[in-house]
């Protein structure tokens, strides 16, 4: 069956420009996780939606960052006025229930680069 | 709070040889505990994973670990390295009220012929 999709896979972006990546998670998955790797370094969770809820973003390095996932499936990560350190690759991951001992499914990530 | 230590950031091993990755976690409530592969360009897939049941925890492709409280570590083996296992690994402990995970900072695991 399909896994956790992500696009686009690679994102050059300016430093200043606003960029978008989306999320398919698996269907029916009710949790969404995002994480933040940088080179070298394990994923850092940014948000954790449950179904359409947000509920936790205490990851989200600063306001310039924003999630959404409106309709429980899909989700989109917003980054606004992009900076060299935003570069990084993020993460997806999908679970099916809420307990913290379910697996994550993962996606491939996107690597953005910022110049 | 909960943390995860991964002692080495590169493992190095000849084929057929032992394969010994380091987890070391702190959790003040049992733990779930994860051990994720990634290989490049990829994202992570589980490998295994504690949840109380038994200490001694057999995943896929060969390994397996043992989750040891009194140590609290979890550490990874697999008795015969094979080229295909060169990747990234990653210890992960989540629980206690948290459904977030947290990483360690990883292994790589070099396989030479």
């Known amino acids: 069956g399909a896994g956790v999709s992500q696009s686009p896979r690679y994102k050059v972006a300016k430093r200043g420009q606003d960029v978008a990546l989306r999320c398919d998670p698996i269907?029916?998955?009710?949790?969404l996780f995002w994480y933040q790797q940088a080179l070298g370094q394990g994923p850092e969770f940014l948000t954790y939606f449950q179904n359409e809820a947000q509920l936790d973003k205490s990851g989200l390095p600063s306001d310039r960052f924003f999630a959404e996932r409106p309709e429980g499936s899909v989700s989109t990560l917003k980054i606004q006025r992009t900076q060299q350190e935003d570069s990084a690759v993020y993460l997806c991951?999908?679970?099916?229930?809420?307990?913290?001992?379910?697996?994550?499914?993962f996606g491939p990530g996107t690597r953005l680069t910022v110049l | 709070a909960q943390s995860v230590t991964q002692l080495g950031s590169h493992v190095s091993v000849s084929e057929g040889a032992l394969v010994l990755l380091r987890c070391n976690y702190s959790?003040?409530?049992?733990?779930?505990l994860f051990w994720y592969v990634q290989y490049p360009n990829q994202g992570l897939q589980l490998l295994l994973k504690?949840?109380?049941?038994?200490?001694l925890v057999k995943g896929i492709n060969g390994f397996e670990a043992e989750f040891k409280k009194s140590e609290t570590s979890f550490h990874l083996t697999k008795p015969s390295a094979h080229m295909s296992d060169a990747a990234e690994y990653f210890c992960a402990v989540s629980g206690g009220g948290s459904y977030i995970p947290t990483f360690g900072r990883g292994t790589s695991l070099i396989v030479h012929p």
């Open positions: 504690y949840t109380s049941a038994a200490t």
């Open positions: 991951a999908s679970s099916p229930g809420t307990s913290p001992g379910n697996e994550q499914f």
């Open positions: 959790s003040s409530v049992p733990p779930y």
């Open positions: 269907s029916g998955h009710v949790s």
